[in-house]
């Protein structure tokens, strides 16, 4: 009975170290892969019309979806909050809501989000059907890095068009809460918009960040 215990926690260790030793062999092989994508990023600078081709690809293509995204989040966002505000007779305040809830928490994620599932997956998909057909292989053996050829610019134009991408988002989103809380619903334009120039969001940006 002992020697059935002992051999069930060796086996245990052995599998809680097997998981341990591919963690740390994925980490490694991640941070190996992110440096390799630096060190050849001047080849891929050198080829502008690469990187300006993928920043247009994952950058440009995506455009619609995250404007359309974030107006409609913007309008929920416009919705939700002023039925909320009302009932402690702080309307006027629903432009620091819907600016503060995108540009510190939603635009960002959700834009991320978003960006990764369209471009994300489409990127993934080619880089696997290259390696699947052997291109990569083929341009190895015409002294072609694939990294610096394939890798580098994709990566950069991601880079490029994500905070780019973000703000649209989260600027199209705070129109959205116009639209509803202003156009619709009726609160004061003047207090939307100057609301989130005020002090109030001043003090409120530095509570939240205390």
């Known amino acids: 009975m002992a020697e059935k215990s002992f051999s069930a926690l060796i086996e245990l260790v052995r599998s809680v ?63 939700q909050g002023y039925e909320t505000l009302q009932r402690y007779g702080a309307s006027e305040a629903l432009g620091v809501l819907v600016a503060l809830s995108l540009t510190r928490e939603l635009g960002p994620v959700v834009a991320a989000l978003l960006f990764a599932s369209r471009a994300g997956s489409a990127i993934t998909a080619e ?53 509803v809380g202003v156009v619709l619903i009726g609160v004061d334009e003047g207090a939307f918009w100057a609301q989130m120039q005020g002090p109030e969001t001043s003090a409120m940006t530095s509570g939240m960040a205390w």
Not at 36 to 47: D, E, N, P, T, W
Not at 131 to 152: F, G, H, S, Y
């Open 17 to 79: 170290g097997h998981r341990l030793n591919s963690a740390v062999q994925r980490l490694g092989f991640a941070a190996r892969f992110f440096v390799m994508i630096l060190v050849y990023s001047g080849q891929s600078f050198r080829r502008l019309h690469l990187t300006i081709r993928e920043i247009y690809f994952s950058g440009f293509q995506s455009l619609l979806i995250i404007l359309v995204s974030g107006l409609f989040i913007g309008m929920v966002l416009g919705m």
């Open 127 to 179: 880089i696997g059907l290259m390696k699947a057909t052997e291109q990569l292989t083929a341009m190895d053996m015409m002294a072609v890095n694939p990294i610096a050829r394939v890798v580098a610019p994709r990566f950069w134009g991601g880079v490029i068009s994500m905070p780019l991408l973000a703000a649209l988002f989260s600027a199209v989103g705070v129109f959205g809460g116009y639209l």
